[in-house]
């Protein structure tokens, strides 16, 4: 089981709401009974080389879960130059039951670093709906010492929910980046940053949030 390396939550305050959804209603509809499907149409980025990510969607449409099998950045000893950053840029193809929509309300990150005394990790991400503006960039610092397993969450606040415009086929693209630095360590010790699954969910119940069009 991952342990919480970092309490961090950030708030994204600055969402943009697609001009064709519609208006956000005072809570969130639960999740229709009719199944949602999500194909992954793109993967672009240094940490998701072609067949290294994939996708599942629960079966009560209340999340989706990006699993990647690749996806390192590392600094130091044995580490080549360029492997200090790694990203990955995906875009999913949701389709959701007739008559309804849905946001991205909570992300749930995890992964695996190990940092030498005075290296250091980052990890951010964004999302955006194909054809509309970017959310926020959501940004989590690891220290030496941080070591094991880690996971971090990102919230967003209900009135800054970002709906998938209703009726219309727009791609979810979904970016995230890691880095680590040897920072004031030797260099003589291997750091690294992993990111295992990208899960999102809605408070601690419900993965997505829904609403009728």
Known sequence: ?????????LFLSSLASPASSPASPAKATPPPSDKMTIALVGLNGSGCA??????????DNTAFTVLYSEYTAQAGKGAAPDEFRRNCQIALNVQVPSGYTYAIAKTDY????????????????NYYFQGYSQTAR????????????????????????SWAPCGEKRYLNINTE???????SNGQTLNLITMDSTDTAIGTIYHLAWKRC
């Open 178 to 184: 890691l880095r680590v630095g040897t920072g004031s």
């Open 110 to 125: 995890r992964g695996y670093l190990n940092l030498a005394p005075g290296a250091w990790a980052l990890q951010q991400a």
């Open 1 to 9: 089981m991952l342990q919480a390396l970092t309490a961090g939550v």
């Open 50 to 59: 072609p067949g290294t990510a994939s996708v599942l969607t629960a079966q």
């Open 138 to 161: 959501a940004r989590h610092n690891f220290n030496s010492g941080n070591n094991g397993d880690w996971q971090t969450t990102d919230l967003v606040g209900l009135e800054s929910y």
